[in-house]
């Protein structure tokens, strides 16, 4: 056991400090997919209104981003996916207080990169771009990609939508305009408006909330995230119940039906807490977590480890002890401890380009098998 911690830590150094950016550099007739590296993200303040509306599935977004500029250019490259945007509402703000205003705004359907001109130079140093939008709640009923709605049936046989994200790997920017690459890292500050009877959550706990006088509805504001790459970033609006662990420090969050039947993954994520705090010597990098039941994900996906919000498919997560196999009970063990491991590694251990996911990916099944032996498979899949 001391060498496989001894390879876990020699892998995490070499990772995170030796891994370079992939470009495609190879053949120039084809096409690039990369933005440019002479703007980088620092901060995104996002607000979103969601309208959980049959016939009417769309949002009204404003994102202000605290940006550097490396070196001087007159334009902006950024990722956005079917997203209207106001081009009229469109300033980036200098420290010194002069503003600009892009001349045009080019899109590019196939790489997904709208680019902002400017007629003016822009020099070096930190500004904030500032934009409004509408998108779609996407309502695919298999594939639940970015910002999407979904429904499911009640006991009173009624159908109660709810809206949710997926971003892995590149669909934050089907939500909120952005640098979308997982080595452009930030922080997010996250504030959704909604009707009072849904509860909303994000990656970090509620800052506050505050009244809208004009329609009756309220904003919940969230606390500023760590640093972080756009495919982590999460928030789901529900009319779901709270299940806490017996220790109150992870939630679970699921349509009430499901509730008598998180009794087990209760006890896997607590057990997977306790191993990989003593594993690591440290408790996860962000102050809460939350773990959330939702009829559908994206195609082929049964959970995803957003940072402090891991979205779970219902049948990865809920195991009825009435009628559920024993595979059944194993895949809700395996893919909960699975995520649970990105908690801690998933945001240290990140990919500069989507042709190094394995690396992440690799230290969070070694964790699956390991916590899992730990335990003891058999007598663990058997409580």
């Not at 901060?43 to 009204?60: E, Q, R, S």
């Amino acid at each position: 056991m001391a060498i496989w911690k001894l390879l876990i830590n020699l892998g995490l150094l070499f990772i995170t400090t030796a891994i370079s950016v992939d470009k495609d550099s190879n053949n120039d007739t084809a096409i690039n997919y990369r933005l440019p590296d002479h703007v980088v993200p620092i901060h995104y303040n996002i607000k979103l209104i969601p309208y959980i509306v049959k016939d009417n599935f769309t949002f009204d977004g404003e994102s202000n981003i605290n940006i550097t500029i490396r070196h001087v250019t007159q334009n902006l490259h950024l990722h956005v996916l079917k997203l209207t945007i106001n081009e009229a509402m469109t300033s980036l703000f200098s420290n010194n207080g002069i503003i600009y205003t892009p001349a045009m705004h080019n899109y590019d359907n196939i790489t997904q990169i709208l680019v902002l001109h400017f007629n003016d130079k822009l020099l070096p140093g930190n500004y904030t771009l500032k934009m409004r939008y509408v998108g779609i709640l996407h309502n695919d009923f298999y594939n639940k990609e970015g910002f999407f709605v979904a429904s499911y049936i009640n006991d009173k046989g009624d159908d109660v939508w709810l809206a949710a994200t997926h971003f892995e790997p590149t669909y934050a920017r089907r939500a909120f305009p952005c640098w979308d690459e997982p080595a452009l890292k930030a922080t997010f500050d996250i504030s959704i408006k909604h009707h009072r009877n849904y509860t909303v959550l994000s990656n970090m706990p509620i800052r506050e909330k505050s009244e809208d006088n004009k329609n009756g509805m309220i904003w919940t504001h969230f606390d500023t995230t760590p640093i972080m790459s756009t495919y982590l970033v999460a928030f789901v609006v529900v009319d779901y119940v709270r299940v806490p662990t017996e220790d109150e420090t992870i939630n679970i969050w699921c349509r009430s039906e499901l509730v008598p039947h998180t009794k087990f993954v209760r006890e896997v994520v607590q057990k997977s807490k306790k191993l990989l705090t003593e594993y690591t010597n440290s408790t996860s990098k962000v102050p809460k977590m939350d773990l959330v039941a939702l009829p559908r994900l994206a195609i082929g996906v049964n959970a995803m480890e957003n940072w402090g919000l891991i979205t779970f498919v219902e049948t990865s997560l809920a195991y009825n002890e009435s009628f559920n196999t024993i595979s059944t009970k194993l895949n809700v063990a395996r893919t909960t401890v699975r995520e649970m491991a990105h908690q801690w590694f998933g945001n240290v251990v990140t990919p500069s380009w989507w042709s190094h996911l394995w690396l992440s990916e690799g230290l969070a099944i070694f964790f699956e098998d390991y916590i899992l032996n730990q335990v003891g498979s058999i007598s663990f899949i058997c409580i």
